[in-house]
């Protein structure tokens, strides 16, 4: 080999510069061998490709599907994450590896993002043959139909053809623990198949930091002030926390996850029929607390579970057919179980999620919720909705609340504040639409607003009454239409009042306007979603398949969101 220098003294460069280039290059021959030496070296290892498909009403799969992903990088897949709105039923027979992470809401439908590729699975799909998947639900087994729109998909892929690689895991709402276990195992089993992984790796899920779920920020109660008149069928409460010094932040349109306790004379009628004095020791997800404690702040005494109902060997035909409790199935048994057993067949106490009714802009450290506080009688003895009842009765005594803050990025006022926003928010719904109007108020947003906006009557039921008024006054609520359904002989309600300015909806509609509903999902929002078919027919002009796509077209591109329970 010749010893000429790399670099001719002809080249461009100075003595000095070309004395350190041959030496620099003389160096990388020397451990190299030749130039093309580290372009020969062995390729790096292909990635596999992977799916992960996310269905959510509230984000909360839409967050797994992340972790998923993070977690699929270090195992050897290059993970993409697709929001089921935006995938067909083509695209998935493509995918090969997938990931299905899904909620279901209401009575067992799916998420609004994932119901065109629902529909399409259901009703007929090509050749899923070379899809190799495993579903993940999310759900909560107060529910009938628990988990209903992951069995859907999980039936659905595989009567066409796809190969199951793990077992469905159906998760309740303490799903952290259960989801680990599930990603860790199928990621474990796409690995084994065709689709080259590296070695496994321990599952490295990443941890939540400050205040979260896992520990919750003790948040001073403000104010409980209930909005309803005298006279009014309904208690409806503004709920205000302090967030000073907690480091939690949120958006309009997100939704904030209060700890609850259990209603005190529920808990001493279930030590009654146990025959306790709430003093024993017992096991909880908090570890060893007294009976009492446990059933007030750790255990839930709702749906009795199915380790309750055979520990008590009491079967669930037994009981009240609808808003059976833990106290219904412990009045049903002939025995009764020792405060550990019973302590351990019931599941951990759920947070329970409210939107947020205040702009972070506009109330700079605090958070604000508006509450309707469930009471009713129901097979001889009085009821009471865990969460609302604590607010509206207990929780301002207590002088705090765990609560942290559950994002929801699938309801957003427009980014665009120039965006047109008709809103449906009837009752308690109208909670997200008064931070998205503080909002707006706050950065002087140029947008149109429109709210439709309906309750029982409106001497008594007209929440928010003076700050809507304000809000008109000073022109930030373009259009206010109310639906009070029991001020006359004929109930009026908000879907009659869209059909009544079909014309003027839709004109904002094509004029790029944003639609959003918020409130009773298996009532209310189909109501609303129906009026919503009718005016593109009507107003639109189109058939009813016209209608349905361009509905479908406002979904994909999110101009068209809904937070519904």
Same mark, same amino acid.
């Given at each position: 080999?010749?010893?000429?220098?790399? @670099?001719?003294?002809?080249?461009?460069?100075?003595?000095?510069?070309?004395?350190?280039?041959?030496?620099?290059?003389?160096?990388?021959?020397?451990?190299?061998?030749?130039?093309?030496?580290?372009?020969?070296?062995?390729?790096?290892?292909?990635?596999?490709?992977?799916?992960?498909?996310?269905?959510?009403?509230?984000?909360?799969?839409?967050?797994?599907?992340?972790?998923? &992903?993070?977690?699929?990088?270090?195992?050897?897949?290059?993970?993409?994450?697709?929001?089921?709105?935006?995938?067909?039923? %083509?695209?998935?027979?493509?995918?090969?590896?997938?990931?299905? @992470?899904?909620?279901?809401?209401?009575?067992?439908?799916?998420?609004?993002?994932?119901?065109?590729?629902?529909?399409?699975?259901?009703?007929?799909?090509?050749? #899923?043959?070379?899809?190799?998947?495993?579903?993940?639900?999310?759900?909560?087994?107060?529910?009938?139909?628990?988990?209903?729109?992951?069995?859907?998909?999980?039936?659905?892929?595989?009567?066409?053809?796809?190969?199951?690689?793990?077992?469905?895991?159906?998760?309740?709402?303490? *799903?952290?623990?259960?989801?680990?276990?599930?990603?860790?195992?199928?990621?474990?089993? #796409?690995?084994?198949?065709?689709?080259?992984?590296?070695?496994?790796?321990?599952?490295?899920?990443?941890?939540?930091?400050? *205040?979260?779920?896992?520990?919750?920020?003790?948040?001073?109660?403000?104010?409980?002030?209930? #909005?309803?008149?005298?006279?009014?069928?309904?208690?409806?409460?503004?709920?205000?926390?302090?967030?000073?010094?907690?480091?939690?932040?949120?958006? =309009?349109?997100?939704?904030?996850?209060?700890?609850?306790?259990?209603?005190?004379?529920?808990?001493?009628?279930?030590?009654?029929?146990?025959?306790?004095?709430?003093?024993?020791?017992?096991?909880?997800?908090?570890?060893?607390?007294?009976?009492?404690?446990?059933?007030?702040?750790?255990?839930?005494?709702?749906?009795?579970?199915?380790?309750?109902?055979?520990?008590?060997?009491?079967?669930?035909?037994?009981?009240?057919?609808?808003?059976?409790?833990?106290?219904?199935?412990?009045?049903?048994?002939?025995?009764?179980?020792?405060?550990?057993?019973?302590?351990?067949?019931?599941?951990?106490?759920?947070?329970?999620?409210?939107?947020?009714?205040?702009?972070?802009?506009?109330?700079?450290?605090?958070?604000?919720?508006?509450?309707?506080?469930?009471?009713?009688?129901?097979?001889?003895? &009085?009821?009471?909705?865990?969460?609302?009842?604590?607010?509206?009765?207990?929780?301002?005594?207590?002088?705090?609340?765990?609560?942290?803050?559950?994002?929801?990025?699938?309801?957003?006022?427009?980014?665009?504040? &120039?965006?047109?926003?008709?809103?449906?928010?009837?009752?308690?719904?109208?909670?997200?639409?008064?931070?998205?109007?503080? %909002?707006?108020?706050?950065?002087?947003?140029?947008?149109?607003?429109?709210?439709?906006?309906?309750?029982?009557? =409106?001497?008594?039921?007209?929440?928010?009454?003076?700050?809507?008024?304000?809000?008109?006054?000073?022109?930030?609520?373009?259009?206010?239409?109310?639906?009070?359904?029991?001020?006359?002989?004929?109930?009026?309600?908000?879907?009659?009042?869209?059909? %009544?300015?079909?014309?003027?909806?839709?004109?904002?509609?094509?004029?790029?306007?944003?639609?959003?509903?918020?409130?009773?999902?298996?009532?209310?929002?189909?109501?609303?979603?129906?009026?919503?078919?009718?005016?593109? %027919?009507?107003?639109?002009?189109?058939?009813?398949?016209?209608?349905?796509? *361009?509905?479908?077209?406002?979904?994909?591109?999110?101009? *068209?969101?809904?937070?519904?329970?």
């Amino acid at each position: 080999m010749s010893s000429a220098p790399f @670099i001719p003294d002809s080249a461009p460069f100075t003595a000095e510069q070309r004395a350190w280039l041959n030496g620099f290059l003389a160096g990388m021959f020397s451990r190299s061998g030749s130039p093309s030496a580290a372009s020969a070296a062995a390729p790096a290892a292909e990635l596999a490709p992977l799916t992960i498909l996310w269905g959510s009403q509230t984000g909360t799969a839409e967050g797994l599907a992340k972790q998923a &992903a993070k977690e699929a990088g270090k195992r050897g897949f290059a993970p993409t994450i697709l929001d089921m709105a935006a995938t067909t039923a %083509e695209q998935l027979a493509t995918a090969g590896n997938v990931l299905v @992470i899904t909620s279901t809401y209401g009575d067992g439908e799916p998420p609004d993002n994932a119901k065109a590729l629902h529909t399409a699975l259901l009703n007929g799909a090509p050749s #899923l043959a070379g899809v190799r998947y495993a579903v993940c639900g999310l759900g909560d087994t107060n529910y009938t139909l628990f988990n209903q729109c992951a069995k859907d998909f999980d039936a659905a892929i595989a009567k066409h053809g796809g190969a199951r690689v793990h077992d469905r895991a159906d998760c309740d709402t303490d *799903y952290e623990a259960p989801f680990t276990t599930w990603l860790d195992q199928s990621l474990a089993a #796409l690995g084994s198949g065709p689709a080259p992984a590296i070695a496994h790796q321990p599952s490295s899920i990443p941890h939540e930091t400050g *205040y979260s779920k896992k520990n919750p920020f003790p948040a001073p109660l403000l104010t409980v002030r209930n #909005l309803n008149a005298p006279g009014s069928a309904k208690e409806v409460n503004h709920v205000e926390f302090s967030l000073d010094g907690s480091g939690l932040t949120y958006e =309009a349109g997100d939704a904030l996850a209060v700890i609850p306790q259990n209603c005190p004379e529920l808990v001493a009628a279930i030590l009654t029929a146990l025959g306790s004095d709430g003093e024993e020791a017992v096991t909880t997800p908090a570890g060893e607390v007294s009976l009492r404690l446990a059933l007030t702040a750790h255990l839930d005494l709702g749906k009795p579970t199915k380790d309750l109902l055979a520990l008590l060997d009491v079967s669930a035909e037994s009981l009240p057919p609808k808003g059976a409790d833990v106290l219904d199935a412990l009045n049903a048994a002939a025995t009764k179980p020792s405060p550990a057993a019973f302590a351990a067949a019931l599941k951990k106490l759920a947070p329970r999620l409210y939107s947020i009714s205040s702009s972070p802009k506009a109330h700079p450290g605090q958070v604000h919720l508006t509450v309707g506080a469930v009471r009713y009688d129901l097979h001889g003895r &009085a009821r009471k909705g865990v969460c609302s009842t604590y607010l509206a009765e207990r929780a301002l005594a207590h002088g705090t609340a765990g609560v942290f803050v559950h994002s929801n990025k699938a309801f957003r006022p427009p980014a665009d504040p &120039a965006t047109p926003m008709i809103m449906v928010g009837p009752g308690t719904g109208i909670a997200p639409f008064r931070a998205f109007l503080e %909002e707006r108020a706050t950065t002087k947003a140029p947008g149109k607003n429109w709210l439709f906006f309906g309750d029982q009557k =409106a001497a008594c039921d007209f929440l928010y009454q003076d700050e809507l008024t304000a809000l008109q006054t000073a022109g930030i609520l373009t259009r206010l239409d109310l639906a009070f359904s029991r001020d006359q002989a004929e109930k009026i309600y908000v879907q009659n009042r869209m059909i %009544e300015q079909a014309a003027e909806l839709w004109a904002w509609l094509e004029a790029g306007a944003h639609f959003y509903v918020c409130g009773d999902a298996s009532r209310m929002a189909k109501d609303v979603d129906a009026a919503l078919h009718h005016i593109a %027919e009507t107003a639109g002009g189109k058939s009813p398949e016209e209608a349905a796509a *361009y509905i479908q077209a406002l979904r994909a591109a999110k101009r *068209y969101q809904r937070d519904v329970y």
